[in-house]
């Protein structure tokens, strides 16, 4: 099974950009579905972005459509998630996740394996 874990985490203003990171190791990386989620405290952790493995088109939640990209470094079993025009309703713990196998990409469910998640706050 994969072992995740994401970097990049922080504090930005709104209108700013971070990017996410997340190393895998272990199983075949290229294998993988990738994904990022996302959790505000005391709300249900939701679908943010996600990559087929053996390639595929990304697939985004709405409320991130055209701010965010999700892309993949194979060779260096990194995921990322390059996020621009923050807002200070995208402030929540990121998470980086794993599947295989034919899955619904934007269920969490699908996914087996878990980063322990960064914290991005996005101040006003």
């Known amino acids: 099974q994969v072992q995740l874990e994401e970097s990049g985490g922080g504090l930005v203003q709104a209108g700013g950009s971070l990017r996410l990171s997340c190393a895998a190791s272990?199983?075949?990386?290229?294998?993988?579905?990738m994904a990022w989620f996302r959790q505000i405290p005391g709300k249900e952790r939701e679908f943010v972005a996600a990559?087929?493995?053996?390639?595929?088109?990304?697939y985004y939640a709405d409320s991130v459509k055209g701010r965010f990209t999700i892309s993949r470094d194979n060779p260096k079993k990194t995921v990322y998630l390059q996020m621009n025009s923050l807002k200070p309703e995208d402030t929540a713990v990121y998470y980086c996740?794993?599947?295989?196998?034919?899955?619904?990409?934007?269920?969490?469910?699908?996914?087996?394996?878990w980063g322990q998640g960064t914290q991005i706050t996005v101040s006003s």
């Open positions: 990559l087929p493995g053996p390639g595929g088109n990304a």
């Open positions: 272990g199983g075949t990386f290229s294998r993988y579905h």
């Open positions: 996740a794993a599947a295989s196998g034919s899955v619904v990409l934007s269920a969490q469910s699908a996914y087996k394996s």
